[in-house]
């Protein structure tokens, strides 16, 4: 099993729509979980980050399932603006290891 | 302020040559990092300083050599590249390595070496 895997898309979608994106991670004893997304050739800004079940910011909300080992991202009421790349990133809670990047998930917004 | 800058944006260079990339953040971070980012790639560790000590090296070539002047700058010195290593060279910040907090991404530098 992949450390960090993420449906790749693309996902299409009307603007207004409600789009969702699923990261799965293997090592349960990871500990903080973040969202970035990527313009084209620019650099990943961060979106959300997630400590605890969840996190809400405006149109966007994050929630963790650690049973499960996954972390979902719900953009609602999308926007032309929102298409981009979206990075899932795991704390693997491991000396000596640093943030696990998954590959992206793209979305694409259209009028 | 979450900025972190890097110089300069775009960088074409020889395989002969050498360069320097630089990075720059006044966030009070400790922990800085340099990442190679491939198109439609998720961006790739190659180093991490930490109290501006060399705490990782995710076994890169010696044609890139690191250097951490202080807790604010962080270089990239380059010699003797290759084509395939034309890439965005990102830099980051966090406030510290061991408690794998958010990481802040300065702008990159598009390194193309012909």
């Known amino acids: 099993r992949k450390e960090v895997e993420q449906d790749p898309g693309p996902f299409n979608v009307p603007e207004g729509a409600t789009v969702a994106f699923n990261c799965t991670y293997s090592n349960s004893a990871s500990q903080s979980f973040f969202w970035y997304r990527q313009d084209c050739r620019k650099e990943p800004k961060l979106l959300m980050s997630v400590y605890s079940s969840g996190n809400e910011d405006g149109r966007f909300t994050a929630q963790l399932n650690r049973a499960s080992q996954y972390i979902s991202l719900l953009i609602r009421d999308s926007k032309l603006s929102d298409s981009a790349t979206y990075l899932c990133v795991v704390n693997p809670n491991q000396a000596g290891t640093a943030l696990i990047f998954g590959k992206g998930t793209t979305l694409s917004v259209s009028s | 302020d979450t900025e972190v800058t890097q110089t300069p944006k775009h960088l074409v260079m020889g395989m002969t040559n050498k360069k320097s990339l630089k990075c720059e953040q006044h966030?009070?971070?400790?922990?800085m990092y340099w990442y190679k980012q491939k198109a439609k790639k998720p961006p790739e560790l190659m180093f991490v300083?930490?109290?501006?000590?060399?705490?990782i090296n995710e076994s890169v070539p010696s044609r890139f050599s690191p250097e951490c002047p202080n807790s604010s700058l962080l270089n990239l010195h380059l010699h003797a590249l290759q084509p395939e290593d034309s890439a965005l060279y990102l830099c980051?910040?966090?406030?510290?390595?061991?408690?794998?907090?958010?990481?802040?991404f300065g702008p990159g530098t598009r390194l193309t070496v012909t």
């Open positions: 980051a910040s966090s406030q510290e390595y061991s408690t794998g907090r958010e990481q802040y």
């Open positions: 966030m009070g971070h400790r922990a």
């Open positions: 300083y930490s109290y501006e000590k060399l705490s």
